[in-house]
């Protein structure tokens, strides 16, 4: 059984540039062979899809609302995904999860939470004006 924890999470003030990194680590599995993703939920609001990274960290996908501030990584050596989110807004104010797809990257709908099979509990990010 793959266990993911997430990290990093905390109130940051847009005023002082509005940077974070969340961190996922993660136990019981062959992590260097997950797909691995970001995926954010909001007050009353469905989960979205953030990021994504293949098994090699050469291909990622990203949300539009997040293209240009938030930065995906991996480090297998650590079996750990990372967050960098730069330029945060309030709008990026959500609960943040971490998720793991035993799967190929080729033809895997990345967006899509039904294709994660592992998730963290979250880590709350709240940005403040």
């Known amino acids: 059984q793959v266990q993911l924890v997430e990290s990093g999470g905390g109130l940051v003030q847009t005023e002082t540039g509005g940077s974070l990194r969340l961190s996922c680590a993660a136990s019981?599995?062959?992590?260097?062979?997950?797909?691995m993703a970001w995926f954010r939920q909001a007050p009353g609001k469905e989960r979205e899809f953030v990021a994504a990274?293949?098994?090699?960290?050469?291909?990622?996908a990203s949300a539009d609302s997040v293209k240009g501030r938030f930065t995906i990584s991996r480090e297998n050596a650590k079996n750990t995904v990372y967050l960098q989110m730069n330029s945060l807004k309030a709008e990026d104010t959500a609960v943040y999860y971490c998720?793991?797809?035993?799967?190929?990257?080729?033809?895997?709908?990345?967006?899509?939470?039904?294709?994660?099979?592992?998730w963290g509990q979250g880590t709350q990010v709240t940005v403040s004006s």
């Open positions: 019981g599995g062959f992590f260097s062979r997950y797909v």
């Open positions: 990274i293949n098994w090699g960290g050469g291909s990622t």
């Open positions: 998720a793991a797809a035993p799967s190929s990257w080729g033809g895997l709908r990345v967006e899509s939470t039904t294709e994660y099979k592992y």
